[in-house]
């Protein structure tokens, strides 16, 4: 079988959750990285020169290849390398459980794009709505509702959808992480995700993993980011 492939910008963002499910599996992979121009316009020319011509239906990063299979956008990624190893139910032992991954899957993407990303690459997205520290004062104000959100759902389970580990919880975990570095203080009143945090921090197999250079030497976001774009 054909060695897969992974590629993204060399960064954590959006596929960062992706490399942990390889990781947590053993799956070996070759990883290919994309980088912008310099400031001020940071153009994309390295990806855009190779988009179109990698057999691609719907050419975008991250994309993943696995011989004919070529696959585009993170949670499809997300959901096909989660079934590699069918015994460890990574995504979900029973239909309801299935249901409950995808629901979440869903929820933590409209997390990243709807609150997230607007925020952190706010020059980007939104160049008229004010200036970073105006925007991030009402990011804050709003974030620990949508924790709340999450440690509820939570509750007293060991992972999100109970006592065995899901794709899911990779992607809380980064998502999570994220918001600790932007504001060490966020998980304060939610001992359960602080425990979570912990817990997945623990786990032997993502040991190697979160002590490797694909966490300390990738930084969150890109170089055209308002935050997140150092290591």
């Known amino acids: 079988m054909a060695r897969p492939v992974l590629a993204y910008w060399k960064i954590r963002g959006i596929t960062q959750p992706i490399r942990m499910i390889l990781a947590y599996q053993d799956i070996d992979y070759e990883e290919v990285f994309y980088e912008l121009g310099p400031p001020p316009d940071y153009k994309p020319n390295q990806w855009i020169g190779v988009k179109y011509d990698l057999g691609l239906d719907f050419p975008n990063l991250p994309y993943y290849t696995e011989g004919d299979l070529k696959l585009t956008h993170s949670m499809a990624i997300t959901r096909y390398v989660g079934g590699k190893t069918p015994e460890l139910c990574l995504l979900g032992e029973t239909a309801a459980d299935k249901a409950r991954v995808d ?14 990303i607007p925020l952190t690459y706010s020059s980007h997205f939104r160049p008229n709505a004010g200036s970073f520290e105006s925007l991030k004062v009402k990011y804050l104000e709003a974030l620990p509702q949508k924790l709340k959100e999450y440690s509820e759902f939570l509750g007293v389970g060991h992972f999100f959808l109970g006592d065995k580990i899901t794709v899911v919880d990779f992607w809380i975990y980064e998502m999570l992480s994220a918001q ?4 060490s203080t966020c998980l304060e009143e939610f001992q359960n995700l602080k425990d979570f945090m912990g817990r997945f921090n623990a786990l032997e197999k993502m040991q190697k993993f979160l002590k490797s250079e694909k966490v300390s030497g990738l930084s969150f976001n890109n170089k055209s980011a308002n935050w997140g774009s150092k290591v």
Request: net charge negative.
């Open 103 to 116: 629901m979440t899957l869903c929820q933590i993407d409209d997390f990243y794009w709807k609150f997230w």
């Open 180 to 183: 600790i570095a932007f504001h």
